[in-house]
């Protein structure tokens, strides 16, 4: 059995939609969906965003359950330029299932290999990724997959940590972050998003652009994915 997670269903939408024999259900008071990629049996948890729940459920997601590896697998923001929007990202200092064989094996595949951070919070401000990208050493960061990889390694699980670019430093969000989501209530607040851009109209471009710039992204992780995990062997 194959783990794969996600910090939301805006970010796996498109790789379910390519699992045969799909079932839904809950394990250990969370939810997950199971299904096939060819032969291979895989297990699929939304993590939440952030570190509080993302830790409660990845401890409930692995509690009595053996899983071969673990794909920890989403969207993640540029720190600097060089990577653009629809970029994937393996990310190096966390991935631990990576031998000789695995890189031949994807070695076909456009992906970056280098440094992911897991930050605390959304970074909307391009200045403030420029100086962390320079202190950290890292070329994008997420939420989350500090805390799947200790999850992981608490119980031996080897880890791939694949990651798609969704914005940038010049690309950024469309809004405030908090505007964008609520880490509290793990979700959009619709009519707060709505009010705000009623208030600034202009910026209403920017938003239908970056819905774009999610759909490809989402496009390319998942049709990534289903070749991750037909080739990447344990």
């Not at 990845?58 to 600097?80: E, P, T």
């Not at 391009?126 to 805390?147: P, Q, Y």
């Not at 009623?198 to 990534?224: C, E, S, W, Y």
Request: a positive charge; aromatic letters at 6%.
């Amino acid at each position: 059995m194959i783990a794969i997670t996600f910090a939301l269903p805006a970010e796996s939408q498109e790789f379910l939609r390519s699992l045969r024999n799909k079932f839904r259900g809950v394990r250990n008071g969370i939810r997950m969906i199971r299904g096939k990629i060819d032969d291979r049996a895989v297990e699929v948890l939304h993590t939440g965003v952030g570190e509080n729940v993302c830790r409660e459920r990845m401890g409930k997601f692995l509690h009595d359950q053996h899983f071969d590896y673990l794909i920890s697998a989403g969207f993640a923001g540029a720190l600097n330029d060089q990577l653009q929007p629809g970029d994937l990202l393996l990310a190096k200092n966390f991935s631990t299932l990576w031998s000789a064989e695995n890189r031949s094996s994807l070695s076909s595949l456009p992906i970056h290999i280098a440094d992911l951070l897991t930050v605390p919070a959304l970074i909307n401000s391009g200045e403030d990724r420029n100086k962390l990208a320079l202190t950290s050493g890292a070329v994008a960061v997420d939420m989350e997959t500090e805390f799947i990889a200790r999850a992981c390694a608490a119980h031996r699980i080897p880890v791939l940590s694949l990651r798609v670019i969704s914005d940038t430093p010049k690309e950024l969000f469309p809004a405030p972050t908090d505007v964008l989501f609520d880490i509290e209530r793990q979700q959009t607040q619709m009519l707060k998003l709505a009010t705000y851009f009623f208030a600034h109209p202009h910026r209403v471009p920017r938003l239908v652009q970056f819905a774009r710039r999610i759909a490809r992204a989402r496009k390319v992780l998942a049709t990534t994915l289903m070749e991750v995990v037909r080739n990447v062997e344990i």
